[in-house]
T-cell receptor, first 113, second 110 residues
């Protein structure tokens, strides 16, 4: 069974631009969660989606948004990029909402210049 | 004070040593996760536990709900165990909203 995939793996953007990151969960997994990892703040929860509905959201500004499609694939969008948005963005999938082991993707490394 | 505290932050040991990494948390939890992150960023989930003890190969995880404390043990450590180990807690029943510790960087020298 293929693992969680994320695209793109690396991305360079400039301040003020927007970016869309994609996550394809393991086949049969319907829950997708997104996390941001920075050297200063460590890992932080962004959102959780299940059946195309956002179930939980972390403490991030409204510039961070996401969605989930009917095939469980998920995207997250960051608008008006700031230097501090440079981070590794990880998604994780699990079979059920709100429980169970999460399987992480390799991450998208975003650099904002 | 962080909701999830790990100790030590850095640990260097010789191959074969018994390793213990500790995690303390201050919130009620539905489950506690131990994760392993290798250089390059990939994260692997090692354990998810809400009570007692779990063992997988040379890895053992324990949790004491009353004391709000968990430990990850590695027996017969090997250089390939070198990684960052992260403790995370699910603070809300029925949600994957994890709160993470700052991680423990483990280096095992041959």
């Amino acid at each position: 069974k293929a693992g969680v995939t994320q695209t793109p793996r690396y991305l360079i953007k400039t301040r003020g631009q927007q970016v869309t990151l994609s996550c394809s969960p393991i086949s049969g997994h319907r829950s997708v969660s997104w996390y941001q990892q920075t050297p200063g703040q460590g890992l932080q929860f962004l959102f959780e989606y299940f059946s195309e509905t956002q179930r939980n959201k972390g403490n991030f500004p409204g510039r961070f948004s996401g969605r989930q499609f009917s095939n469980s694939r998920s995207e997250m969008n960051v608008s008006t990029l700031e230097l501090g948005d440079s981070a590794l963005y990880l998604c994780a999938s699990s079979r059920l909402a709100g429980e169970g082991t999460q399987y992480f993707g390799p991450g998208t490394r975003l650099l904002v210049l | 004070k962080n909701e999830v505290e790990q100790s030590p932050q850095n640990l260097t040991a010789q191959e074969g040593e018994f390793i213990t990494i500790n995690c303390s948390y201050s919130v009620g939890i539905s489950a506690l996760h131990w994760l392993q992150q290798h250089p390059g960023g990939g994260i692997v989930s090692l354990f998810m536990l809400s009570s007692g003890k779990k063992k997988h190969g040379r890895l053992i995880a324990t949790i004491n709900i009353q004391e709000k404390h968990s430990s990850l043990h590695i027996t017969a450590s090997h250089p390939r165990d070198s990684a960052v180990y992260i403790c995370a807690v699910g603070a809300i029943q029925g949600a994957q909203k994890l709160v993470f510790g700052q991680g423990t960087r483990l280096t095992i020298n041959p």
